[in-house]
């Protein structure tokens, strides 16, 4: 079923440290995952993606890690700036085509 | 380049009215999805669209709620009926024939009185 209401995870890093935010996923079957970043009043901002056939991926500042062993997706941020406060989603693609299936949020603050 | 458009962004109305929500998506994007928000929450699927096959319409939670899509353009949600439950951020997202990434608007603020 899906999870919580208000009281999101939440991590408080110092600007320059890096930060890990974690997910566990639900469907062995998912293919393809997906991290968003969504700011306050604004929609989900694409981060990073990666297919199941691959265990890492990196882009700009951000790493993916999979684990299809125990479902556990993990986005991590190099050198975290104030403005990487947001809140993170992660997002699987499960047998239907086309459809994501959201994580509950994690709310990333990062403290000049 | 323009994004996904959608209007209006806040709609605030009473409960028992209908009420339609709008959506543009990225030029030459086929696949269209509607997703609801709620507070402090991630997002629920609603409905998908690609090209001319019939829509994935699994994630609508009542007959209350319908989508159509004009083409490969516009998308209006309509809600019938609403209830204080339907309060929410909806929002769309297109992509490239079904691939992802899906591209997000911003959403538009749904407030049931």
């Known amino acids: 079923g899906e999870s919580v209401g208000l009281h999101l995870p939440t991590l408080s890093v110092q600007e320059g440290d890096n930060s890990i935010i974690n997910c566990a996923y639900s469907n062995s079957a998912s293919d393809y995952f997906i991290w968003y970043k969504q700011e306050s009043g604004k929609g989900p901002q694409f981060i990073i993606d990666?297919?199941?056939?691959?265990d890492k991926r990196q882009g700009q500042r951000v790493t993916v890690l999979l684990n299809k062993t125990v479902k556990h997706l993990s986005l991590q941020i190099a050198a975290t700036q104030p403005g990487d406060s947001a809140v993170y989603f992660c997002a699987e693609k499960g047998t239907s085509y086309g459809k994501l299936t959201f994580g509950q949020g994690t709310i990333l603050t990062v403290h000049p | 380049g323009a994004g996904v458009s959608q209007s209006p962004s806040n709609k605030v109305t009473e409960k028992g009215k209908d009420v339609e929500l709008r959506c543009d998506p990225i030029?030459?994007?086929?696949?269209l999805y509607w997703y609801r928000q709620r507070l402090g929450q991630g997002l629920e699927f609603l409905i998908y669209f690609q090209g001319n096959s019939a829509p994935d319409k699994s994630g609508l939670p009542s007959d209350r709620f319908s989508a159509e899509r004009t083409g490969e353009s516009v998308s209006t949600l309509t809600i019938q009926r609403t209830q204080q439950e339907d309060s929410a951020v909806y929002l769309c997202a297109s992509s490239l024939e079904g691939f992802q990434p899906q591209h997000f608007g911003d959403g538009t603020r749904l407030s049931i009185l």
């Open positions: 990666i297919r199941s056939n691959m």
């Open positions: 030029s030459g994007h086929t696949a």
